[in-house]
């Protein structure tokens, strides 16, 4: 049965999907509003009104931004590994160890030590990530060990994915953990991306139906939380998938009405935004703080959320044709072979070897 999910090629979109932008877009504000709410929490010493809604978006925000990585995998899966590797694994290693100097050195930096171990724990963060960079980490693993697995029966590889996210998987290893917890959502991703695509159009085109089921899943998910649920084996991966697909719907709504193009540009740069949103997160949270002029802790936080995810798209369009293009654009020295062609410029060059 899984094995007729299956689809050439040609069964999936060849230009950009405007509902994958709106996905992308919700994905990345809620994952930037997230660090930023429980910074300014931490820093406050209190929850503020904001933690509620963090903690309804906890069970789907990091499973949808994983399938909609994997959606158009098949397209690349089949291609020589030395391609794939330039594309899959060269391409995020390059950024992961570039952003991984720029936001881990000032912190070190800041809080002393000598040279010797500082550059000791930035060479640790080549394997323990340390931030928000884990992502960007992780998805080289997913893409070779999906290729890897290439052979085995979808099924099972499901199976074992699902056991995995289920054992809730506790070494205190970023990668281990978050390997077995989201790996499964992001082989869904790719091996069911025909059929996804296919509830996304089915969504757009049956409002009546569309918008009753996303107010039963809100309230069923923010019951779950409340309750404490969300966290236990099995909840957690069914709330996981819903909340995707709920985020699918939303967002093939969303395109279908043409609402919120903003969010849809946004999405479109969702790379660029999770490679440099922290510095200007950590910066504007502690500027409002030491001013006092705002207590607030939500206002706070939503302030700090919308500089973040500013700031990346005003700094990236600022380097474009300059000698800082290399901050979101991978030179052509870092590439191998065939893959040293003109390199796509801007969210083209980070979002390339997710589309393709």
Request: proline residues 6%.
């Amino acid at each position: 049965m899984l094995a007729s999910t299956k689809a050439p090629l040609s069964a999936l979109p060849t230009t950009r999907v405007d509902w994958v932008d709106y996905a992308k877009g919700w994905c990345i504000i809620l994952v930037v509003m997230m660090h930023s709410t429980l910074g300014v929490e931490e820093a406050l010493g209190q929850q503020s009104w904001l933690h509620g809604f963090i903690d309804w978006a906890r069970p789907f925000r990091m499973p949808d931004f994983f399938l909609v990585a994997g959606l158009f995998l098949s397209r690349t899966i089949d291609k020589p590994w030395a391609d794939y590797l330039d594309r899959k694994v060269l391409h995020f290693v390059y950024f992961f160890v570039l952003w991984t100097l720029i936001q881990g050195a000032p912190k070190l930096l800041l809080a002393g030590g000598d040279p010797l171990s500082i550059l000791g724990d930035l060479a640790f963060a080549m394997v323990e990530p340390f931030g928000t960079l884990w992502f960007i980490y992780l998805l080289p693993i997913f893409f070779v060990t999906t290729k890897l697995l290439r052979p085995a029966p979808p099924c099972a590889v499901l199976a074992a994915a699902s056991a995995l996210q289920m054992a809730h998987i506790a070494t205190h290893s970023t990668v281990i953990d978050e390997f077995a917890a989201r790996y499964v959502y992001f082989y869904a991703g790719y091996h069911f991306a025909p059929r996804i695509f296919a509830f996304a159009e089915a969504s757009r085109a049956n409002l009546r139906r569309t918008i009753p089921a996303l107010i039963l899943w809100g309230v069923t998910n923010e019951l779950a939380v409340r309750c404490g649920y969300s966290g236990l084996p099995a909840v957690s991966l069914l709330l996981g998938f819903a909340g995707a697909a709920a985020v699918v719907a939303f967002s093939a709504l969303l395109a279908e009405a043409h609402v919120l193009p903003s969010l849809a540009w946004l999405g479109a740069r969702s790379m660029v935004v999770y490679l440099a949103f922290f510095l200007p997160m950590a910066a504007t949270r502690i500027a409002l703080l030491k001013t006092g002029l705002i207590v607030d802790g939500g206002v706070i936080a939503l302030i700090v959320t919308a500089i973040a995810v500013h700031v990346p798209i005003l700094v990236r369009t600022a380097t474009l044709a300059t000698p800082f293009e290399f901050l979101f654009e991978r030179p052509t020295f870092f590439r191998t072979g065939a893959a040293r062609l003109p390199a796509h410029t801007g969210q083209q060059a980070l979002s390339a070897a997710r589309r393709q």
